[in-house]
């Protein structure tokens, strides 16, 4: 609930039983993010995953940015 899509899901092991997550998750704002990022670690952490990245991407930013093409919106923070 208050996730609109989920990209870039990654879970990989480091060195020994080390394992770590990250993902990129599409919420309104920054206060549903919080809340949504506490709820997702806490879910890793039962999972045995103990270092996590959640990356939000605010709908509501998506919507507001102009650019090119909507390829190109798929994630409001872009690599350069």
């Given amino acids: 609930e208050g996730i609109y899509g989920v990209h870039e899901c990654h879970i990989w092991q480091l060195a020994g039983n080390r394992i770590v997550a990250s993902a ?21 952490h ?13 709908i509501d930013a998506l919507i507001q940015w102009e650019g090119p093409s909507s390829e190109q919106q798929s994630c409001v923070l872009l690599c350069n």
């Fill in 46 to 58: 039962k999972a045995g995953i103990h270092s996590t990245t959640i990356q939000p991407e605010f």
């Fill in 24 to 44: 990129h998750i599409r919420c309104h704002g920054i206060e549903e993010y919080m809340s949504l990022a506490a709820k997702i670690k806490n879910l890793f």
